[in-house]
């Protein structure tokens, strides 16, 4: 089961979630793997400590021209929606942070002057952490582009009971590409004027995804009841309120995670997960392994 765990805005408690549920599940002996797809800024390891086994690359492919056998005739430049090629009378300019890696360029050049090379944007590091598998993308310094980090993320996970894909802020491209095709979306909130904003933008995607998804209300005592109306008018489900935690908040601040000192919070943590195995119909994890 692939659960991703995102937010309309920064700051909300995401990632605490998202390594929260992570831990949880592995100390019920359930095989969970945790991605962090915030690959512009990753900071799960903070928490789950990883000990990183293996480094690998992520390359994306971008063209390079033979000059003897180019005419300039212009097709490839006239064929980038994204300007990433241009054609002078004796050159080529080639602008890797713009390229897509299409391969339109590759395709239509009726001279055949053209090749794919791959071009390194990113790395992806793998490891163990609190028993949890753990992945975590970064994209490289300067680089525009960063869903060909997550697709590759995406796509080099082992076999888990569960997956847990914690998103980057927002509702963008990144965002998108991080909780497609999962079985559940947490979109986790504040009751603040700015959470409740930038939730409607999160929960507006997730029902043109077509996901189903239920919200998490972090420190639910601290602002007002304007998120909790909304959910309720719109019928959405919240499936958890946290109330803010002195104690929670200090040991956030050395990279604890909440269920190493509570265990309220543990507990209803799991309980979270049960309510999303039992709403998406996943039965193939044993709860006798428990």
Request: one cysteine or more; hydrophobic letters at 35%.
């Amino acid at each position: 089961m692939k659960i991703s765990v995102a937010s309309g805005k920064g700051g909300t408690g995401k990632t605490t979630i998202a390594t929260s549920l992570a831990v949880v599940l592995a100390d019920e002996n359930i095989n969970t793997t945790y991605l962090d797809c915030d690959v512009e800024e990753p900071n799960g390891h903070i928490f789950l400590n990883p000990e990183i086994e293996r480094n690998i690359n992520v390359d994306v492919s971008i063209p390079e021209v033979d000059l003897e056998k180019c005419t300039f005739c212009g097709e490839c430049s006239q064929s980038c929606q994204y300007n990433a090629i241009a054609v002078l009378s004796n050159k080529v300019m080639i602008f890797p942070s713009l390229c897509h890696s299409c391969g339109g360029c590759f395709h239509i050049c009726p001279e055949k002057a053209i090749k794919e090379i791959p071009r390194t944007i990113g790395v992806i590091n793998a490891g163990i952490g609190h028993n949890v598998t753990f992945y975590d993308g970064n994209l490289n310094i300067g680089e525009a582009l960063s869903p060909p980090v997550t697709r590759q993320l995406k796509k080099i996970v082992s076999e888990s009971d569960v997956i847990i894909i914690d998103a980057p802020p927002g509702t963008s491209c990144p965002v998108i590409e991080a909780v497609n095709n999962t079985d559940y979306v947490i979109l986790v909130t504040e009751p603040t004027p700015f959470g409740l904003n930038d939730l409607k933008l999160a929960v507006e995607m997730v029902r043109e995804l077509k996901l189903p998804f239920g919200v998490v209300i972090n420190r639910c005592d601290v602002g007002d009841e304007s998120v909790e109306n909304y959910c309720r008018s719109c019928k959405v489900e919240v499936l958890l309120k946290i109330p803010f935690s002195r104690k929670i908040a200090e040991a956030y601040s050395r990279g604890k995670l909440p269920v190493e000192i509570n265990g309220d919070y543990r507990a209803n943590i799991y309980k979270l997960f049960e309510n999303i195995k039992n709403e998406v119909g996943y039965d193939r994890i044993d709860n006798n392994q428990r």
